[in-house]
């Protein structure tokens, strides 16, 4: 009897152990009736290591918002040549820039095979991850209404307090799209009204660019008109200048291998009786030859000039 028993007991440990082995459904169909895709968002995950599994699940989670908006933008937007001028400008970021603020997110479950892969599913609660987003969506709205609020009889000032706002509207955006990505729900599009409202301030606003160099003045005028241009000013007349100065000379090293060029730009915005803004820049610059050294000062100074320029706007 006693072994009849174990006859028995054996097949019986032997089956438990390959049911354990065996690859679960959820990795091929995350969604199961457990977690229902009506009320999670899944995604699954694999690496060498369970971190590195939870790593890649991550970015995925981060990739499926990312393709979502985009094809919704592309299927929304009819005319988004304006938003591209600016989101070069500002280097814009999309929902997909950060696998950290995704809220909510959180591993539900983990298997790892004979050779040693890891995989893991990873879960965010749609409602309860919107319900977060939203509040803070709400801090924002509010921050961009009393932006809208201020007044100021002169058209510049104007301008530069809607364009301070403007990273306020982005991370207001990516929470839209967040929003809309967990539950379909739809929220205005902050980003596309504050660029038409930008963009239509901006055609009433003059602004003549004067260059005072003594290398390749054209290459300064083109570059700080095209960046005006982007940011929707005109340039039929003058309402206000942009004063560009720009000098250089070489530096001698005498134990250097390099050839050294030092700049200093100076910029400012304004009309005859004020200046609303001006800044001054200045860097050595390293390269082989003192020519390569030269054209690499002048580029430095025009690019970082139209930064700052920027920066200085929006302030």
């Known amino acids: ?120 599913r990873l879960a965010v609660d749609r409602k309860e991850s919107a319900r977060f987003l939203r509040t803070r969506l709400s801090e924002l709205t509010k921050e961009l209404e009393q932006v809208r609020l201020q007044s100021s009889t002169d058209r510049l000032e104007r301008y530069r307090l809607l364009l301070g706002a403007y990273p306020v509207a982005r991370e207001a955006q990516q929470l839209s799209d967040r929003i809309w990505v967990l539950t379909d729900e739809l929220n205005p599009d902050f980003l596309t009204a504050l660029r038409s409202e930008l963009r239509s301030l901006a055609r009433s606003i003059s602004v003549e660019v004067l260059v005072h160099s003594e290398t390749d003045p054209h290459l300064l005028k083109a570059g700080f008109e095209e960046a005006l241009q982007n940011l929707g000013f005109s340039q039929d007349g003058g309402d206000y200048t942009l004063t560009i100065i720009y000098e250089s000379e070489p530096v001698v090293f005498e134990a250097s291998p390099y050839a050294y060029e030092r700049y200093q730009l100076s910029v400012t915005l304004g009309r005859s009786d004020m200046v609303v803004r001006s800044f001054t820049l200045s860097e050595r610059i390293a390269a082989l030859e003192q020519r390569d050294a030269e054209a690499k000062a002048l580029q430095s100074a025009l690019h970082d000039g139209i930064e700052t320029l920027i920066g200085v706007l929006s302030q």
């Open 1 to 120: 009897m006693r072994k009849g028993v174990l006859l028995v007991l054996i097949p019986l440990l032997v089956s438990c152990v390959s049911i354990s082995h065996r690859r679960p459904a959820w990795i091929d169909r995350p969604y199961d009736g457990k977690f229902p895709e009506k009320e999670y968002l899944l995604v699954v995950g694999s690496g060498s290591s369970h971190q590195k599994a939870v790593d890649n699940a991550r970015i995925n989670l981060a990739a499926v918002f990312s393709s979502r908006v985009e094809a919704f933008t592309r299927i929304t937007t009819i005319d988004s040549s304006d938003g591209e001028a600016f989101d070069e400008l500002f280097e814009q970021g999309t929902v997909s820039s950060s696998v950290e603020d995704l809220v909510g997110s959180e591993v539900v479950s983990s298997y790892t095979d004979e050779l040693g892969q890891t995989y893991v």
